[in-house]
């Protein structure tokens, strides 16, 4: 497959539609209580998923990433490993609730390479799954 590359020009081109998409764009998780929350947005190996779901579990997720990193400013960066799976959306949604930015890291990756992505984002926290505890408890970082 040929890779694509955007001149200047065309990068500033992309940056002004993208923006104007994404100011009508309402984020799943502040859909209005009208909106049909019980509709499945994913199925995966664990069952199924309803938009419900997702707002009320990732909700908790913040909850908790709000009280675990309480007194440093918004915005900082918050790493998650998990499977593909409704844990990946759970983690990405939480924290983009908390007010922070999202750091995925890859279940393939070693330890040490894990540790240089947490080390180089300054992640001030990981959420991850029982699946991958031990790995992320392995790893000493901040």
Same mark, same amino acid.
């Given at each position: 497959?040929?890779?694509?590359? @955007?001149?200047?020009? %065309? ?5 002004? %539609? ?7 764009? #309402?984020? #799943? ?12 947005? =994913?199925?995966?190996? &664990? +069952?199924?998923?309803?938009?419900? %779901? ?6 908790? =997720? ?7 990193? /309480? +007194? !440093?400013?918004? +915005?900082?960066?918050?790493?998650? @490993?998990? %499977?593909?799976?409704?844990? &990946?959306?759970?983690? !990405?949604?939480? =924290?983009?609730?908390? +007010? !922070?930015?999202?750091?995925? @890291? ?7 390479? @894990? /540790? ?11 959420? $991850? ?5 031990? $790995?992320?408890?392995? =790893?000493?970082?901040?």
């Amino acid at each position: 497959m040929d890779k694509i590359f @955007l001149s200047c020009l %065309d990068k500033t081109k992309v940056l002004k %539609d993208l923006s104007r998409c994404l100011s009508s764009a #309402v984020p #799943v998780f502040k859909l209005p209580k009208e909106a049909k929350l019980n509709k499945i947005a =994913i199925r995966d190996s &664990y +069952g199924s998923h309803s938009y419900g %779901d997702l707002q009320v579990k990732s909700g908790r =997720i913040a909850s908790a990433l709000k009280s675990a990193i /309480k +007194g !440093q400013n918004l +915005g900082r960066n918050v790493a998650f @490993l998990s %499977d593909n799976n409704h844990h &990946y959306v759970l983690a !990405q949604f939480g =924290i983009w609730k908390s +007010g !922070q930015a999202c750091v995925p @890291l890859c279940k393939a990756h070693p330890p040490e390479s @894990l /540790k240089y992505y947490l080390e180089d984002s300054k992640s001030v926290a990981v959420i $991850t799954t029982s699946q991958f505890k031990d $790995t992320v408890s392995s =790893i000493k970082f901040l």
